[in-house]
């Protein structure tokens, strides 16, 4: 059974930095797309950052420069680095990933991962 779970989230002001892991059991990291997810309330979820299983990375508009999503497949373990943190940025993040495409394009797009964490939630005050 796939579980991922995440940690890392927090309160900090705007500037600070956070970083968000998700642990895999059950899972191996590396070999399918995996992504960070962040939704607010009452508006649909959205897509942070993906990596491919080759590494390749894709980021949304928002966080590009800021965040960076990388993994460690030695412990099964996806990292969501984020640094210069604004109050927009504040959400719950959810990591996510796939059991089918080794590449992105298509989940990144339908949202259809099948697995997810529960999340963490990140706060950013002004």
């Known amino acids: 059974q796939v579980q991922l779970v995440e940690s890392g989230g927090g309160s900090v002001q705007a500037g600070g930095s956070l970083r968000l892991s998700c642990a895999a059991s059950?899972?191996?990291?590396?070999?399918?797309?995996m992504a960070w997810f962040r939704q607010v309330p009452g508006k649909q979820r959205e897509p942070v950052a993906t990596?491919?299983?080759?590494?390749?990375?894709n980021y949304a508009d928002s966080v590009k420069g800021r965040f960076t999503i990388f993994r460690d497949d030695a412990k099964n373990t996806l990292y969501l680095q984020m640094k210069d943190l604004k109050p927009e940025d504040t959400a719950m993040y959810s990591c996510?990933?796939?059991?089918?495409?080794?590449?992105?394009?298509?989940?990144?797009?339908?949202?259809?991962?099948?697995?997810w964490g529960q999340g963490t939630q990140v706060t950013v005050s002004s």
């Open positions: 996510a990933a796939d059991s089918f495409y080794a590449t992105c394009t298509y989940p990144r797009r339908s949202g259809g991962f099948a697995h």
């Open positions: 059950g899972y191996t990291t590396g070999r399918f797309c």
């Open positions: 990596i491919a299983s080759d590494g390749s990375t």
